[in-house]
C-alpha cells in the first residue's frame, strides 16, 4: 500500500512540472523580447550617430556638393523612424549650430521640415524646434 502523502506529492508533481516549465519558457522569452528591444534601439542610436558624423564632416569641408549633402542628410534625419526623441534634441542642436551658421539659414530654410522652425535669441544663437 503506498501511503496517501506520497500519492499526494506524485500528483502535485505531475500538475505543477508542466505549468512551471510553461512559466520558465513564459519569463525566458520576455527576456529575450526584452534584449532584442534594448540591442535595436543600441543599433539604431549607432547608426544616427555615423549618419550624424557623416554629415557634420561632410558640411564642413569646403565642398558645395558635400556641404548640401551633409545637410540634406541632417534634415532627412531629423524627420526619419532611425532618430530617437531623446536623440532629437542632440541632432537639433547639432544642425543649428553646424549647418544653419555654415550654409545660411535661408538655405536651410529652404530644405527644412515644415513642422521644424528656426528659433533665434540673443544675437547669433539658433536651435531647431519643432513647430506647435
Do not use: C, F
Not at 499526494?8 to 505531475?14: C, K
Not at 544616427?48 to 569641408?61: D, F, P
Not at 551633409?70 to 531629423?78: E, F, K
Amino acid at each position: 500500500m503506498i501511503p496517501t502523502w506520497i500519492s499526494v506529492v506524485g500528483v502535485a508533481m505531475t500538475v505543477l512540472s508542466p505549468l512551471l516549465a510553461l512559466g520558465g519558457v513564459a519569463l525566458g522569452a520576455y527576456l529575450t523580447r526584452k534584449s532584442d528591444r534594448e540591442l535595436d534601439t543600441w543599433r539604431h542610436r549607432e547608426e544616427t550617430m555615423r549618419m550624424v558624423r557623416w554629415a557634420v564632416e561632410q558640411i564642413l569641408n569646403d565642398d558645395d556638393t558635400g556641404t548640401d549633402a551633409g545637410v540634406v542628410t541632417l534634415r532627412s534625419l531629423m524627420r526619419s523612424e532611425l532618430l530617437q526623441p531623446e536623440d532629437y534634441e542632440l541632432v537639433a542642436a547639432l544642425t543649428a549650430a553646424v549647418a544653419i551658421d555654415r550654409v545660411g539659414e535661408t538655405t536651410y530654410a529652404e530644405l527644412a521640415d515644415a513642422d521644424i522652425e528656426v528659433v533665434e535669441e540673443e544675437g547669433a544663437r539658433r536651435w531647431l524646434r519643432r513647430r506647435p
